[in-house]
T-cell receptor, first 113, second 112 residues
């Protein structure tokens, strides 16, 4: 069966510091990978998605970037965090197929102070 | 871009009552998904729908893929306190299956 991991689970960072969040998927190959951000009590905002190694699509211009160095690894980064980057970051995967489902990781709670 | 309208935004119900929430899209969807999210956790898939008119159950939950392919609903029967959470609809457009679009969520509160 497939499993998706995210780390760290929680993170508190000062404004202006760098960020690296990691997501890995087990039990499948060539997945589509996604990064979402969720503000408190709000819906999901798609940040980036990737259909393959080195292929990144950005949905929202912002202070963040994403990379996919390996087939089942997806990284969310920032060179300098802003207060507005605080939120709950969710990684998800799906198969590249019509009529498929999307599965989420446990999330990372980021607080920027 | 694609907008999913999910309603209601929140519900306060008594334990044992039935619940209904729905989602509409501005374009034809290939897939409709329903998730539940508990505080501090990732959304968990409840039901997936792949065909227009499809009606699928998962325990006390029932969801349907609308005939027009632009809407879906989720019903919860005989609600219990552990049903509390935020429910999200999501889907894939017919012509773009790389992306999933999400509703803004329905926050469900159940009074024991």
């Amino acid at each position: 069966s497939q499993t998706i991991h995210q780390w760290p689970a929680t993170l508190v960072q000062p404004v202006g510091s760098p960020l690296s969040l990691e997501c890995t998927v087990e039990g499948t190959s060539n997945p589509n990978l996604y990064w979402y951000r969720q503000a408190a009590g709000r819906g999901l905002q798609l940040l980036f998605y990737s259909v393959g190694i080195g292929q990144i699509s950005s949905e929202v211009p912002q202070n963040l970037s994403a990379s996919r160095p390996q087939d089942r690894q997806f990284i969310l980064s920032s060179k300098k965090l802003l207060l507005s980057d605080s939120g709950f970051y969710l990684c998800a995967w799906s198969r590249l197929a019509r009529g498929d489902t999307q599965y989420f990781g446990p999330g990372t709670r980021l607080t920027v102070l | 871009g694609q907008q999913l309208n999910q309603s209601p935004q929140s519900m306060f119900i008594q334990e044992g009552e039935d619940v209904s929430m729905n989602c509409t899209s501005s374009s034809i969807f290939n897939t409709w998904l329903w998730y539940k999210q508990d505080p501090g956790e990732g959304p968990v898939l409840l039901i997936a729908l792949y065909k227009a008119g499809e009606l699928t159950s998962n325990g006390r939950l029932t969801a349907q893929f609308g005939i027009t392919r632009k809407d879906s609903f989720l019903n919860i029967s005989a609600s219990i306190p552990s049903d509390v959470g935020i429910y999200f609809c999501a889907g894939q457009e017919r012509d773009n299956f790389n992306k999933f679009y999400f509703g803004s969520g329905t926050k469900l509160n159940v009074k024991p």
